[in-house]
């Protein structure tokens, strides 16, 4: 498909979602449209919480920009070529799926810890 402008997303609350319930997971995502404004941004602010919070454990990382989706994975990328030790939102790109996770250890090329 190559629509890097908007890449299938899976949040971190629909993922745990859908260890309880691939039927809701599955749900959260084909009919999100039907979730309300104020619903989508109690999970928004639940996430955004969480990272700031992990992030208080590595006070030396480097926070990836949140820009657009291409830009995030591309800061990565240098992030990583430069063997930054820990980075927060840590993007990659793959087959239109997009991945942000909290922190990123790099342990060495081709190595990381999640």
Known sequence: MNNYTNPFIISKTIFNCGEECTGASFFAITRKE??????????FDNGTAVGEFARTFYPDAVTVSHSNFLNQV?????????ETKYICEASFLKDDLFCAVDILE????GHVKI
């Open 74 to 82: 591309k800061e990565t990328q240098k992030l990583l070529n430069a």
């Open 34 to 43: 039907e979730a309300s404004e104020l619903d989508m941004q109690y999970v």
């Open 106 to 109: 790099f342990v060495s090329p």
